[in-house]
Nanobody, 120 residues
């Protein structure tokens, strides 16, 4: 089992920055992907960014050049640095640790979510 706890959300003006953190406890043996998803009101949950065990990263087009995902292997943590935030970035952000990028797989863990609100 893996337990995830997010922090770092909040209210920020457009153009501002936030850094989300996801602290993990438990065994990382089966974890190959660490990612950040978000869900805005009335919309489906979407992948924002993820990072594979080997270090390769993925970013949604909407956040490329503004967001950066990073990990701290010593702390089993994943971070999301969000710069130049826009009102459309407003959502609940979730971290996910999983064995693969696919959904509904064994070893698939989610945090409780942290609210990010960007005012115009």
């Amino acid at each position: 089992q893996v337990q995830l706890v997010e922090s770092g959300g909040g209210l920020v003006q457009a153009g501002g920055s936030l850094r989300l953190s996801c602290a993990a406890s438990g065994s990382m043996l089966s974890i190959n992907v660490r990612g950040w998803y978000r869900q805005a009101p009335g919309k489906q949950r979407e992948l924002v960014a993820d990072i594979l065990r080997g270090g390769s990263t993925y970013y949604a087009d909407s956040v490329k050049g503004r967001f950066t995902i990073s990990i701290d292997n010593g702390e089993n943590a994943v971070y999301l640095q969000m710069n130049n935030l826009k009102p459309e970035d407003t959502a609940v952000y979730y971290c996910r640790y999983s064995s693969t990028r696919a959904m509904n797989v064994p070893y698939d863990y989610w945090g409780q979510g942290t609210q990010v609100t960007v005012s115009s």
